[in-house]
T-cell receptor, first 115, second 110 residues
Framework: KAGVTQTPRYLIKTRGQQVTLSCSPISGHRSVSWYQQTPGQGLQFLFEYFSETQRNKGNFPGRFSGRQFSNSRSEMNVSTLELGDSALYLC??????????????FGAGTRLSVL | TQLLEQSPQFLSIQEGENLTVYCNSSSVFSSLQWYRQEPGEGPVLLVTVVTGGEVKKLKRLTFQFGDARKDSSLHITAAQPGDTGLYLCAGDRGFQKLVFGTGTRLLVSP
C-alpha cells in the first residue's frame, strides 16, 4: 500500500506570491490533516478535512486555506506569502480522526522557502 | 499556547547509554502518541497509549502513559545511533486534531 504522497517536495517562492501544495492520502483514508512545522513553533495544526468538508481548523490566518476532493486528495493554498510562511508543510491521513483512534500517517512534507 | 511540553529539548549521548524523554501537560488526553522524525521525512508513529498507567514496549523503547492521562514518558535502553532523530509526543483530545509537543532532538554517537 502506497504511503502519503506530497508534491512538490521543495518550493521556492517570493513574498506576495501564492502557492498550492498537494497531498494524496493512503488509499482508503478519508481524513486528511495539514500541519506546519518550523524550528521555533514546532508542529502546528492547520486544518483537517473529511469527505470534502473541513471539520476542524487551527489558529492560522485566512491566507491559509484548503480543500479536499471526492477521491480524498487534498490541496492547501497559501496566498500573499510572507517570509514567516517558510516551513515544512506536512500532510497526514487517517481512516477517520475519530475520538481515540486518531492514528495519522504522515507524508515526507513540502519544504517551502519564501524569499 | 503550547499544551504539551517535552523535556529535554536536546540530548546528545553515547551509544549504549539509557535515556528518558518526558512529555507533560495540564490537559487530559484521550490518547497519546509518540512519533520519531528523521531529517527530510515526516513523523513516523511509534506507539499509541490509551489507558492511564499503560506501559508499552517496542524493543528497547518503553512508553508509559500517566495515571491521569496528562503526561507520558519514553525510555530508551542502550541507545544506538539508529535511534537518532526528533521525538514528538502528540495528544489527542478527541476534537479531531493532534496537539504536538515541543519535540526532543536526540543524537546518539557511536
Amino acid at each position: 500500500k502506497a504511503g502519503v504522497t506530497q508534491t512538490p517536495r521543495y518550493l521556492i517562492k517570493t513574498r506576495g506570491q501564492q502557492v498550492t501544495l498537494s497531498c494524496s492520502p493512503i488509499s482508503g483514508h478519508r481524513s486528511v490533516s495539514w500541519y506546519q512545522q518550523t524550528p521555533g513553533q514546532g508542529l502546528q495544526f492547520l486544518f483537517e478535512y473529511f469527505s470534502e468538508t473541513q471539520r476542524n481548523k487551527g489558529n492560522f490566518p485566512g491566507r491559509f486555506s484548503g480543500r479536499q476532493f471526492s477521491n480524498s486528495r487534498s490541496e492547501m493554498n497559501v496566498s500573499t506569502l510572507e517570509l514567516g510562511d517558510s516551513a515544512l508543510y506536512l500532510c497526514a491521513s487517517s481512516l477517520d480522526a475519530a475520538r481515540g483512534k486518531n492514528i495519522q500517517y504522515f507524508g515526507a512534507g513540502t519544504r517551502l522557502s519564501v524569499l | 499556547t503550547q499544551l504539551l511540553e517535552q523535556s529535554p529539548q536536546f540530548l546528545s549521548i553515547q551509544e549504549g547509554e539509557n535515556l528518558t524523554v518526558y512529555c507533560n501537560s495540564s490537559s487530559v488526553f484521550s490518547s497519546l502518541q509518540w512519533y520519531r522524525q528523521e531529517p527530510g521525512e515526516g513523523p513516523v508513529l511509534l506507539v499509541t497509549v490509551v489507558t492511564g498507567g499503560e506501559v508499552k514496549k517496542l524493543k528497547r523503547l518503553t512508553f508509559q502513559f500517566g495515571d491521569a492521562r496528562k503526561d507520558s514518558s519514553l525510555h530508551i535502553t542502550a541507545a544506538q545511533p539508529g535511534d537518532t532523530g526528533l521525538y514528538l509526543c502528540a495528544g489527542d483530545r478527541g476534537f479531531q486534531k493532534l496537539v504536538f509537543g515541543t519535540g526532543t532532538r536526540l543524537l546518539v554517537s557511536p
